[in-house]
């Protein structure tokens, strides 16, 4: 049997057991069987680059090997696993470090939220306590904002065919247009106050208004520092609770440990998951100012917001944190990310591209329908995992682990510059 014909034995488990809504692995068709810093192994043997990184849930790599060894030591020491919101040392370490390493250099004050386990329950307590602080009940989001896959969170979300999965009408949100999302002559943000000063707009002023800076899933689009701080002053003046969603942007993968800090701005509440729990565990965080945390104990709750294994984890992460040095690399690597896409585009006019995003989170968006896509397809081939984004899947994105190194960094790049190749390649034999 040939290495293609083990894999596709292998999957056939998936294809007779799981359920039709498994998507990634039809992306990447293969059985993954081992995984250390950027790259990842399957079954038969094969080395991938990994620049997808779990969607932002893998900033530090796999298996890192601090965070290894203290998810085992505790685990040998019989160490608390499940506590629901007790009290652990565990919590206390993280809670403790968070503040002294993240929060109080930064010059924010926040209260620590544990929601649930996933980027969607962070968003889910965000929303809520900002209805319960107004009083108000709608709340403005952005055209190809993802915000997560539960009800309130979906109601906060632009993609159609996301939202159609809810199955009921998706009510108390109204979509703005993000920054740049018309024309770069536009300023959405005169627009949107618009809306809110006329009477007769429909609109009525929200309990909050909910953003990323650069959105990943909705095509890997930054919005302007300007644009940023000019929405945190219609917020004040209007006296809106401002959300950032960071689920997918923070914890470094734009270049600082929260994406807004370049912008100056600090928002009422913080939406933190994917990579905080540093080694691919789940955990979620939302962070409120603390004139805001009014919450009745108990009156948000869940089962699993007590992960200890991740608060062993996450504490070892913050260690990257605690001067500017990770910092740096990171953003001397993200010039050099920028640098190889806009070669690429320069390169290779027939793709159409246009470079989006910042940090560690950018990407080529294509005006040709299918391309990035293609592109994908043909470096998964050759050794690199990388996935699409936007609303038509028009942008590649590259999302490589904050940790990989220059060599990692280069291979990745030269397999990409061959799948364009190989795909314009394609298509102009398909032309003539």
């Not at 040998?76 to 470090?97: P, R, V, W």
């Not at 689920?247 to 100056?264: D, I, K, L, N, Y």
């Amino acid at each position: 049997m040939n290495t293609r014909e083990n894999a596709e034995s292998s999957l056939h488990v998936f294809e007779k057991y799981e359920s039709e809504v498994r998507s990634y692995i039809r992306s990447f068709p293969t059985v993954f069987t081992k995984a250390q810093g950027y790259k990842m192994w399957d079954e038969n043997g094969k080395e991938y680059i990994d620049f997808f990184s779990g969607a932002g849930a893998l900033n530090y790599g796999h298996n890192h090997p601090k965070m290894k060894q203290r998810l085992v030591d505790y685990m040998m020491n019989d160490g608390i696993t499940h506590s629901l919101d007790m009290a652990t040392d565990a919590k206390a370490e993280f809670l403790q470090n968070f503040n002294d390493i993240i929060l109080e250099p930064r010059n924010l004050d926040y209260k620590v939220m544990f929601p649930g386990p996933t980027g969607t329950n962070t968003v889910e307590s965000a929303l809520k306590i900002a209805r319960k602080v107004t009083g108000r009940t709608n709340v403005i989001s952005f055209t190809n904002g993802f915000h997560g896959m539960t009800i309130g969170a979906l109601s906060v979300t632009g993609n159609s065919f996301k939202r159609q999965g809810a199955g009921i009408p998706l009510q108390h949100s109204v979509a703005m247009p993000y920054d740049n999302y018309v024309s770069d002559e536009l300023d959405t943000v005169e627009y949107l106050e618009r809306f809110l000063e006329d009477n007769g707009s429909g609109v009525s002023v929200p309990a909050a208004i909910i953003l990323e800076t650069v959105q990943g899933e909705g095509g890997v689009n930054a919005a302007r520092f300007e644009w940023l701080k000019k929405i945190e002053a219609v917020c004040k003046r209007w006296g809106i609770l401002l959300i950032i969603d960071d689920v997918q942007a923070g914890c470094g993968r734009t270049g600082t440990f929260f994406s807004f800090e370049p912008a100056g701005i600090k928002p009422d509440i913080v939406c933190l998951s994917k990579s905080i729990g540093g080694f691919g565990l789940p955990l979620a965080l939302t962070l409120i100012k603390p004139e805001y945390d009014i919450w009745e104990p108990g009156e948000h709750n869940g089962t699993f917001r007590g992960n200890n294994f991740a608060f062993l984890t996450a504490t070892e992460a913050l260690e990257f944190w605690k001067d500017d040095s990770f910092e740096k690399e990171i953003q001397e690597k993200s010039v050099k990310i920028s640098e190889f896409l806009e070669k690429i585009v320069a390169k290779y006019p027939e793709i159409k591209g246009a470079v989006k995003g910042r940090g560690f989170m950018q990407g080529i968006a294509s005006k040709i329908n299918g391309l990035a896509s293609k592109v994908c397809e043909e470096a998964f081939k050759r050794g690199l995992i990388m996935e699409t984004a936007g609303a038509n899947d028009e942008v590649f994105k590259l999302f490589p682990a904050l940790i990989i190194d220059q060599e990692g960094l280069d291979k990745g790049f030269e397999i990409i510059e061959q799948s364009v190749a190989a795909v314009v390649n394609k298509k102009e034999a398909v032309t003539n």
